[in-house]
T-cell receptor, first 115, second 109 residues
Framework: ETGVTQSPTHLIKTRGQQVTLRCSSQ?????VSWYQQALGQGPQFIFQ???????GRGNFPPRFSGLQFPNYSSELNVNALELDDSALYLC??????????????FGPGTRLTVL | AQRVTQPEKLLSVFKGAPVELKCNYSYSGSPELFWYVQYSRQRLQLLLR??SRESIKGFTADLNKGETSFHLKKPFAQEEDSAMYYCALSRNRDDKIIFGKGTRLHILP
């Protein structure tokens, strides 16, 4: 059984650029959630995908978008990067479509720095 | 709006002393509540959830709907309990999980 993996580990971008972050869910998991964790804050829910469909979204603008693939891996895309997008981006996977009742397993995160 | 408040950024407790990490929430419905933990150089992981009424690593948490609290307790702290602890809430009508800002627990020898 493999755990949740994320790539890249670190990333530096400039304002206005676009970025794609990747997440491979734990084996057998069909649900992926993405979180943004700014320094000194708790994780903030961005959105969740279940069986390739978005089934929940937090208070993030449309320039934050995602995809889930048939193998349940996922991407987070952020367009028109702003300085405030600098954060640790976490993905978490679970089985069954409900992170509130299933146990979520978190990845190590991708540290994004926007200059 | 729903909110999770952890009033202490840092809590230092001597080994063997009782531990209580405070969590208050604001939500008018019946929430599902969780405690997550992140040990040094490890990933964020679920510690316990109120619906399971379980005790994990000696920790328990009781939901007090009157006080809208879900404090995490352990009778005797151990050095390996040093970590970052996050309280989190999920609303029944959707699956958005809202985290508090976290409390760093430091167990003193």
């Amino acid at each position: 059984e493999t755990g949740v993996t994320q790539s890249p580990t670190h990333l530096i971008k400039t304002r206005g650029q676009q970025v794609t972050l990747r997440c491979s869910s734990q084996s057998g998991h069909n649900t992926v959630s993405w979180y943004q964790q700014a320094l000194g804050q708790g994780p903030q829910f961005i959105f969740q995908y279940y069986r390739e469909e978005e089934n929940g979204r937090g208070n993030f603008p449309p320039r934050f978008s995602g995809l889930q693939f048939p193998n349940y891996s996922s991407e987070l895309n952020v367009n028109a990067l702003e300085l405030d997008d600098s954060a640790l981006y976490l993905c978490a996977s679970c089985w069954g479509g409900r992170a509130s009742t299933d146990t979520q397993y978190f990845g190590p995160g991708t540290r994004l720095t926007v200059l | 709006a729903q909110r999770v408040t952890q009033p202490e950024k840092l809590l230092s407790v001597f080994k063997g002393a009782p531990v209580e990490l405070k969590c208050n929430y604001s939500y008018s419905g019946s929430p599902e509540l969780f405690w997550y933990v992140q040990y040094s150089r490890q990933r964020l992981q679920l510690l316990l959830r109120h619906i399971s009424r379980e005790s994990i690593k000696g920790f328990t948490a009781d939901l007090n709907k009157g006080e809208t609290s879900f404090h995490l307790k352990k009778p005797f702290a151990q050095e390996e309990d040093s970590a970052m602890y996050y309280c989190a809430l999920s609303r029944n009508r959707d699956d958005k999980i809202i985290f508090g800002k976290g409390t760093r627990l430091h167990i003193l020898p």
